[in-house]
């Protein structure tokens, strides 16, 4: 079975300059995460999809950060403008539903930096 | 309140040894899950284990297993036979069966194996 798929895998780019990661989850799997890992730190949750709609949003910075799913499957994280913060590791994360029991599966991440 | 605490930044193993990473969690909902994800310095996180708050036996698998006691909200990581491959950050994750969706992350324990 195919895991979660991510793009790119590494990306630099400069301040104010615009980013976007790609994410293929688990086929089946309607729960869809995006999440930000600062070097040294635990993930942090920026945006929760159930199929196609937004579940938690909550921590997503939304003047530069935005993100999609559509048709329920793929989905698309974008930032834009970044700033030097923004550096970190973009996982992607994908599981069957929202019950306690199901285990959430992860891409490889992509790096992000900014200078 | 911190949702999980791992309160050991970094670990220390001598090779084939048996090593037990720590995590409390703090939760009022009698439905959760609780895992345990390993990240190597490539950055992927990888599920390793997980139990259910109902399950009465502890989880293993292979050589991974889950000391988990439910009244003192614990659920202890311990590998058996350390290798070199399991030097990494171990996360330990819960998400909560009736009060939101969330996953919650700690902050990781660093495990070194030496030689």
């Known amino acids: 079975e195919a895991g979660v798929a991510q793009s790119p895998r590494y990306k630099i780019i400069e301040k104010r300059q615009s980013v976007a990661f790609w994410c293929n989850p688990i086929s089946g799997h309607a729960t869809l995460y995006w999440y930000q890992q600062i070097l040294g730190q635990g993930p942090k949750l920026l945006i929760q999809f159930q199929n196609n709609g937004v579940v938690d949003d909550s921590q997503l910075p939304k003047d530069r950060f935005s993100a999609e799913r559509l048709k329920g499957v793929d989905s698309t994280l974008k930032i834009q403008p970044a700033k030097l913060e923004d550096s970190a590791v973009y996982l992607c994360?994908?599981?069957?539903?929202?019950?306690?029991?199901?285990?959430?599966?992860f891409g490889e991440g992509s790096w992000l930096t900014v200078v | 309140a911190q949702k999980i605490t791992q309160t050991q930044p970094g670990m220390f193993v001598q090779e084939k040894e048996a090593v037990t990473l720590d995590c409390t969690y703090d939760t009022s909902d009698q439905s959760y899950g609780l895992f345990w994800y390993k990240q190597p310095s490539s950055g992927e996180m990888i599920f390793l284990i997980y139990q259910g708050s109902y399950d009465e036996q502890n989880a293993t698998e292979g050589r991974y297993s889950l000391n988990f006691q439910k009244a003192r909200k614990s659920a202890n990581l311990v590998i058996s036979a350390s290798q070199l491959g399991d030097s990494a950050m171990y996360f330990c994750?819960?998400?909560?069966?009736?009060?939101?969706?969330?996953?919650?992350f700690g902050t990781g324990t660093s495990l070194t194996v030496i030689p």
């Open positions: 994750a819960m998400r909560e069966g009736n009060t939101g969706n969330q996953f919650y």
């Open positions: 994360a994908s599981s069957f539903g929202q019950f306690s029991g199901n285990t959430i599966y």
